[in-house]
């Protein structure tokens, strides 16, 4: 079993449609969690990045973590085909300076 | 400004051989990483370098897997007898400090797609 899972989708919406991401992990250490946005054939760019539990909002994006469940979220309300791409959930360990990561899902979103 | 430079953007090489992926990071960033990703998984992490300390080598698959940082600066990760299975997309990524600090945030490159024949 990995250590962060992430069901890998495609995820198709209609533009407008609230869409949830998720990922679940098995570590308890992880403390800093992090979504990063990959345009194909291009690198992964931070969105989202929290610390323990909450949530965080940023715009259309909002980021939650439930440290009890072992379980994040991200929300991207009216979505927008521009927000086509893959999304790659990413944790650290306290006192470690290197990023777990996701499989990523794709999402496209349809006009 | 500039961001993280890779090179080159595509490698196709013949089973056996070796190869150089080179990175060249933002500016000042003390923080790099190598991370590979294959089709349909996510980013595996390969090594780790931060300032003037040893490497964090703990990802590095075998030992036909090798990298460097030279002056701080430029890295280059070397494949030596390839196997098809290192087919992948090689990523370089830089901080300026390291995540897990501030923002936690890395900076990507556009990776070096490797195709071993």
């Known amino acids: 079993q990995k250590e962060v899972e992430q069901d890998p989708g495609p995820l198709s919406v209609p533009e407008g449609a609230i869409v949830s991401l998720n990922c679940t992990y098995s570590?308890?250490?992880?403390?800093?969690f992090m979504w990063y946005r990959q345009y194909s054939r291009k690198g992964p760019e931070l969105l989202m990045y929290?610390?323990?539990?909450g949530n965080k909002e940023d715009g259309r994006f909002t980021a939650q973590v439930d440290k009890s469940s072992k379980y994040i979220s991200l929300f991207i309300r009216d979505s927008q085909p521009s927000d086509s791409a893959t999304y790659l959930c990413a944790m650290i360990r306290g006192g470690s300076y290197i990023p777990t990561f996701g499989r990523g899902t794709s999402l496209i979103v349809h006009p | 400004g500039a961001g993280v430079s890779q090179s080159p953007s595509n490698k196709v090489t013949e089973k056996g051989k070796d190869v150089e992926l080179r990175c060249d990071p933002i500016s000042g960033h003390t923080a790099l990483y190598w991370y590979r990703q294959s089709l349909g998984q996510g980013l595996e992490f390969l090594i780790y370098?931060?300032?003037?300390?040893?490497?964090?080598k703990s990802g590095l698959p075998s030992d036909r897997f090798s990298a460097e940082r030279t002056g701080g600066s430029v890295s280059t990760l070397t494949i030596q007898r390839t196997q098809q299975e290192d087919s992948a997309v090689y990523l370089c990524?830089?901080?300026?400090?390291?995540?897990?600090?501030?923002?936690?945030?890395?900076?990507f490159g556009e990776g070096s797609r490797l195709t071993v024949l």
């Open positions: 990524a830089s901080s300026p400090q390291g995540a897990g600090l501030n923002t936690g945030e890395l900076f």
């Open positions: 370098f931060q300032g003037n300390s040893a490497p964090d």
């Open positions: 570590n308890s250490a992880f403390q800093y």
């Open positions: 929290t610390y323990s539990s």
